[in-house]
């Protein structure tokens, strides 16, 4: 029998020679690794817990610009996504007599944006209720309390 015409095992190249192995491996070493599948990699991905990036890492937060309290009407932030207004309610009738309380919400999703407005009965208990619930934890998170900026705005000059 001709040796061209046995088949002992190895693929033919076009040209008619024997393909050499890919596979260069001793008898002891480990099988490579199969490649996870699409499947794996998705399900990896979101079963990790979030990572810092390197440009979070070693930032500290910067602090609250503190708003002076010249009204009764607060700003509260850093709150939680599942906070309503009636937990504002409680939290501030704690400091003092509650008028209104407002969280600010998208207005597609009607999601809570994070922020909402308080108002007190007076000023001096808009500046006590700063004091003392300014930093506070709330529902998981560090409350920022401080005085709401107003919307009058400086009448621009007439040239």
């Known amino acids: 029998m001709n040796s061209q015409n046995h088949k002992s095992g190895g693929r033919r190249n076009p040209r008619g020679g024997r393909r050499p192995r890919r596979d260069h491996r001793t008898p002891d070493?480990?099988?490579?690794?199969?490649?996870?599948?699409?499947?794996?990699?998705f399900l990896a991905f979101f079963s990790k817990p979030a990572q810092k990036t390197a440009a979070n890492q070693?930032?500290?937060?910067?602090?609250?610009?503190?708003?002076?309290?010249?009204?009764?009407?607060?700003?509260v932030g850093n709150l939680s996504f599942q906070a309503e207004e009636e937990d504002?309610?409680?939290l501030f009738r704690g400091?003092?007599?509650?008028?209104n309380?407002?969280?600010?919400?998208?207005?597609?999703t009607q999601r809570s944006k994070g922020f909402g407005f308080v108002t007190?009965?007076?000023?001096?208990?808009?500046?006590?209720?700063?004091?003392?619930?300014?930093?506070?934890?709330?529902?998981?998170?560090?409350?920022?309390?401080?005085?709401?900026?107003?919307?009058?705005?400086?009448?621009?000059?007439?040239?």
């Open 101 to 108: 309380a407002e969280i600010v919400a998208h207005r597609d």
């Open 29 to 41: 070493s480990p099988r490579p690794t199969k490649k996870p599948s699409l499947w794996q990699r």
């Open 88 to 90: 504002l309610i409680q």
């Open 120 to 159: 007190m009965t007076t000023v001096e208990e808009a500046k006590r209720a700063v004091v003392e619930l300014h930093d506070r934890e709330f529902m998981g998170r560090r409350l920022v309390v401080s005085g709401a900026k107003s919307l009058e705005r400086e009448p621009s000059p007439r040239v």
């Open 58 to 75: 070693g930032r500290t937060p910067r602090p609250p610009v503190a708003v002076e309290v010249t009204s009764s009407k607060l700003y």
């Open 95 to 99: 400091v003092g007599q509650v008028q």
